[in-house]
């Protein structure tokens, strides 16, 4: 089992840039695929942005090239460095692990806010 919380959310004008973390405890992450995950208001949830235990990463083609995924190991923590943001990446954003030998994401965090303003 792993816990997850992410920080890093608030409030930015458009074409600022934030930096969302996802501390996870209880279990490396170095067993798990990890993700970003969002939802805006009256839509369903979306991924974002994946990395694999192996560090492969994968993006939604609506973020490519504005935002980040990483990880370290060694903090055990997750990161999404988003860029060039715009009023249409407003949501509730989440990050989610999924052991490698699960078949879905299964462990989620609650949530950080990102509100982008023009």
């Known amino acids: 089992q792993v816990q997850l919380v992410e920080s890093g959310g608030g409030s930015v004008q458009t074409g600022g840039s934030l930096r969302l973390s996802c501390a996870a405890s209880?279990?490396?992450?170095?067993?798990?695929?990890m993700g970003w995950f969002r939802q805006a208001e009256g839509k369903e949830r979306e991924g974002v942005a994946f990395i694999d235990s192996d560090a492969t990463t994968s993006y939604s083609d609506i973020v490519k090239g504005r935002f980040t995924i990483s990880k370290d190991t060694a903090k055990n923590t997750l990161y999404l460095q988003m860029s060039s943001l715009k009023p249409e990446d407003t949501a509730m954003y989440y990050c989610a692990a999924r052991h490698r030998w699960a078949a879905t994401f299964n462990y989620w965090g609650q949530g950080t806010q990102v509100t982008v303003s023009s």
């Open positions: 209880g279990d490396s992450i170095s067993w798990y695929d």
